[in-house]
């Protein structure tokens, strides 16, 4: 069926389409044009026409040749790091060579591949998550070229991951700077600051603002009853229809539907049946829809929902306890009924709704106890699943009643450590907090907390780190050096709060509660360094740390010579920018005594080496800032 009222906005799809794809024409000098990229942007509510405009661009690109990358976001897939950008990425994964890329990408690979699915090692530093998003606008540049003409098209942005949603919030404006055709339809009212923050970087940014899509006039709401009862119609019935669903297209389309099932005809007289069809809860009129179908739908329809982008018709039978014949008629009905895309044939196609709203509309509708019992069938079903890439329950296992499962506690640390090392440390965050309400054992609690408070610390939230670092600190199992770890980011987290009396003091109460030299020795050690780094008064004693030593040297007046032959000292005993906890903190101090002893061409090349090792491993926050302001560089 056509789009309605959407006149101007085909017609940017056409032109950007056009510009992505060609012509197929060489210009006057016999050339073929170069493919210029373009961003699109449709917003609205829901069933305004969204979804059905990124199908016309999947169309239209597709027919000319091009590869065309779709990702959904999910309300059900909100909590996995990087979801979308995964499912964008699916398509192309087989046919991506790991040397080629790395040949190509440098060390961006390294960054990218994790957020990405793509094979990768354990990184030796944690990335910042800027980093992440800088070499994922690396990835998809470099796959711009390669398969070209390429078109990112991403549906109900506003429910996408938060990972993948910041990093489109960096990615879309610059895609006019590229030869790739990014479109994405959101609903700009959902209450995320991401979705805000999106929505104006497009607003904002030097591309078309986006296209908010209007509710249809009576004469459109017209055309769609002639289309679906094929033939004439009244324009007090067109009128009706559109009172009923705001003119909404995906409402009057489903009210039709309705109104042709139970015979009804577009007359005047028509109307008050009409009213009579039209759901005064869409939840509730959803539900009822579903039971009329029998109870074998209403079961592959949950199980549908709450696998989202890992339902297949087996998966879907087994997750709602369905003969594969029974689940292959409930399929079928409830294609009839329009409510599913479900293949003809068995296999593993993907099973999805008809539209992604039916998606979050059918879970809300599966009540708590049920939805919970199914999200631990589908944790353990996956697990036990041959093949399916590790991780794939966890999102599960987050919705099921705590229970003191050591297993599932260490699946969800795991699951932590790879949203990590994906600059997701968000996701990590929520994993590791689900696996404090197992509960972890006595012994493990120590850990979880201060895997817990390091998530936070990398997801910007100091106060909760400082809040699970306590907890950590007073922990019966919490060892020596479980300690030692834990008062390091204590401190970090307290400067970063404002607090920086009580970060000296609670390192002093641990220097003078430290009873082994070597425990002592390392945080003397931190207590310099924090000392060092805020002015506070010094010791009597120097530093252990070689870095340390020069900068004591320098606030104690003693001679340059002296001061220059500990910096080198400590340069040739390594200065590690990218080091954690000490981070770049240290090496900084060393620029600063070269500095002041009139050696700014050795601060310049620190500096300079400085940068290049944080670029590298993604590091992009205090990192390069610090750096870069010791280097008077914008």
Known sequence: MALLEREAELTAVEHTVTALCGTGAPDV???????AGGLLAFTGALGLGKTALLREIQARVAARGGTVLYACGGEQEQ??????????????????????????????????????????????????????????????????????????????VHWADPASLAWLTGFAPRVPELPLLCALGYDPREPRPEVAALHSALENGRAEPPYGLAELSTDAVAELVRG???????????????????????????????AQAAGIQPHPDSRPRLAEL????????????????????????????VLGADAT???????????????????????????????????????TFRHPALAGEVYRAVPAGIRTALHGQTAAALAAAPGTPRGSSVRHLLEVHPDGDPVLVDELRRAAHEYTRAGAPDAAYRCLGRALREPPTRRERPDVLYEL??????????AATVHHLRAALEEPACDTEQRLRAVRLLVRALSRTGRPEEALRTLEAEVRRATDPADREALHAELSLWRALHSAADDERPPPVPALRAWYALRHGEPADTVLR????????GLPWTDDPWGCET??????????CGRPDRAEHLLRQGIAACERVGLHGEHLALARTLLDRP
């Open 453 to 462: 408070a390091a998530a936070a610390f990398r997801s910007g939230a100091p």
């Open 278 to 305: 039209a759901p005064a809860s869409p939840d509730g009129e959803l539900l009822h829809r579903l039971e009329k179908l029998g109870p074998d739908c209403v079961r592959l329809s949950w199980a549908v929902a």
């Open 313 to 351: 018709l087996p998966f879907a039978a087994r997750v709602a306890g369905l003969r594969a014949e029974a689940a292959r008629g409930a399929a079928d009905r409830l294609r009839e009924a329009r409510m599913l895309d479900a293949p003809d044939g068995a296999g593993d196609a993907p099973l």
């Open 79 to 156: 909590e996995v790091g990087f979801h979308l950008v995964r499912r964008l990425l699916r398509p192309l994964l087989p046919a991506l060579d790991e040397r080629r890329l790395r040949a190509e990408l440098g060390s961006w690979y390294d960054l990218a591949a994790p957020a990405a699915g793509l094979p990768a090692p354990d990184p030796a530093v944690v990335p910042h998550p800027r980093g992440v998003r800088l070499a994922l606008d690396r990835l998809f540049a470099h796959l711009a070229e390669r398969h070209a003409p390429l078109a990112v098209l991403v549906d109900d």
């Open 228 to 258: 679906v009862c094929a033939g004439e119609t009244d324009t007090a019935f067109a009128q009706e229809c559109r009172k009923l669903t705001g003119g909404n297209p995906r409402a009057v389309t489903e009210l039709l539907h309705r």
């Open 587 to 596: 090496p900084a101090l060393v620029v600063r005594a070269f500095l002041h």
């Open 29 to 35: 000098d016999g050339r073929t044009a170069e493919r």
């Open 566 to 573: 500990l910096a080198e000292d400590a340069v040739a005993a």
